[in-house]
């Protein structure tokens, strides 16, 4: 059975600091990788997607990427009360026909 | 623009009563089409997954199924419903293979 781990948390981080969140993956053909924000009892709602090794930067977020760690992390700047939720890491399957979640990471920011 | 929407919203559920939740993808065509579902301190479990109408894939043996009558309709159904089938269930789309996953609002059933 494939895997994504997160630390469950809860990361708490004071406003207008920097978040950092983490994943590691076991499947090494996995070949897309994505970061989901869920507020509570909300659906899933995409931020980040990532393909290639190295950073991806839009806006306040930056998806992070080491396919030789199998490692997956997203920073997010100058975090707001608003950016409290969970946040979900998905991997692509070996197939490539579906995303494998890993349970997430809830993030708390204090004002 | 692409929408998706599923329905009903919330519902309460006797055990080994049926079940069937609807999800319609607006805005593109052949999406693959999937259903996850979310229990209570676990993940998104991938339950089901469609490339075109007619074609399920099943990624978890369990007493639910689901049907694609309609390039952009996917239905989940049970005939008679457990306890452990209480969740979140979320339907999603993608325009491909390894693409990004769009999620609907999700239908929270409750087996009681």
């Known amino acids: 059975q494939k895997e994504v781990e997160q630390n469950s948390g809860p990361l708490s981080v004071p406003e207008g600091a920097i978040a950092s969140l983490n994943c590691t993956y076991s499947d090494r053909v996995s070949q897309s990788f994505f970061w989901y924000r869920q507020y509570s009892g909300k659906s899933p709602e995409l931020i980040m997607s990532i393909y290639s090794n190295g950073d991806k930067e839009d806006g306040r977020f930056t998806a992070q990427l080491n396919k030789a760690s199998q490692y997956v992390s997203l920073l997010i700047r100058d975090s707001q009360p608003s950016d409290s939720a969970t946040y979900l890491c998905?991997?692509?399957?070996?197939?490539?026909?579906?995303?494998?979640f890993g349970k997430g990471t809830t993030l708390s920011v204090s004002s | 623009s692409q929408t998706i929407h599923q329905w009903p919203a919330t519902l309460v559920q006797p055990v080994g009563s049926p079940l069937s939740l609807e999800c319609t993808v607006e805005?593109?065509?052949?999406?693959?089409l999937y259903w996850y579902r979310q229990a209570a301190g676990r993940g998104l479990q991938l339950l089901f997954y469609s490339v075109g109408i007619g074609q399920i894939s099943s990624e978890v043996p369990q007493n639910l199924s689901a049907s694609r009558p309609q390039d952009r309709q996917f239905i989940l159904s049970s005939k008679k419903l457990l306890l452990s089938d209480s969740g979140f269930y979320l339907c999603?789309?993608?325009?491909?293979?390894?693409?990004?996953?769009?999620f609907g609002e999700g239908s929270r059933l409750t087996v009681l």
């Open positions: 999603a789309w993608s325009r491909g293979n390894g693409g990004e996953l769009f």
């Open positions: 998905a991997v692509s399957n070996q197939a490539g026909t579906a995303l494998i």
């Open positions: 805005g593109t065509s052949n999406p693959n």
